[in-house]
């Protein structure tokens, strides 16, 4: 294997639930209820019109963009002087993997909600590269994001390890052709069974480990 693909919210760090916070408080004003659990794995738009679903309403994609600018807004004001909790493991993990492969970080997740997050926890030189849900037109669980940051690194995408959190990124991983690890820190183990291997946290896992079970799936 020549890289490791990184999922970032429900991956890396826990701020699932202030994306969840930030559409809540987003679509309050419009008295829609954003369910527990509704948001994780989704990209903005998709969490939006999620809720106006479950609702029984329709919108629209201006009406949409709108709310999900207003979201991120929301976001940046949350996570501005928050504590960000780090899963155990997860930056030394990063940079290790740096150190020996191509690493990217592949997110359903705009990249003004990323960036900052990323400087607060030290990654943000580490990584090559970092594909959000601004790069690609057709967000996760469609393959896109995957498949360009494989590109971007130069790898084919079977080369590539994908650590993953969510239904929708274990599937937009694993139909890119990446060997998917799915972790159940935001998603209960019957919900994965798309991915290759699945641990409990990303604190179970070296690059070592990584490397061996993909090896060891592609005997």
């Excluded at 202030?18 to 794995?41: D, K």
């Excluded at 990209?43 to 709310?67: K, M, Q």
């Excluded at 699945?198 to 896992?205: E, K």
């Amino acid at each position: 294997m020549d890289a490791i693909l990184f999922d970032f919210d429900g991956t890396l760090v826990d701020t699932e639930p202030l994306h969840e916070e930030a559409v809540r408080r987003t679509l309050a004003p419009l008295n829609i209820p954003v369910e527990e659990g509704m948001t994780i794995g989704l990209s903005d738009e998709d969490a939006v019109a999620e809720a106006f679903a479950r609702a029984g309403l329709s919108t629209d994609e201006p009406t949409i963009a709108a709310l999900c600018l207003r979201k991120t807004e929301w976001y940046e004001r949350l996570i501005d002087g928050a504590e960000i909790f780090v899963y155990p493991g997860a930056v030394e993990l990063v940079r290790l993997s740096a150190a020996r492969l191509r690493v990217a970080i592949c997110t359903a997740a705009v990249l003004r909600e990323v960036t900052p997050v990323m400087r607060q926890i030290g990654l943000e030189e580490t990584v090559r590269t970092i594909v959000t849900a601004d790069d690609v037109a057709k967000k996760k669980p469609h393959p896109d994001a995957y498949e360009l940051a494989a590109s971007r690194l130069g790898v084919p995408t079977s080369r590539c390890i994908a650590i993953e959190d969510s239904v929708r990124g274990v599937r937009s991983a694993k139909d890119a052709g990446c060997f998917v690890v799915g972790l159940l820190q935001t998603t209960a183990r019957e919900r994965l069974t798309d991915a290759d291997v699945i641990v409990d946290s990303i604190g179970d896992l070296t690059v070592d480990r990584l490397l061996e079970m993909a090896e060891a799936r592609s005997l």
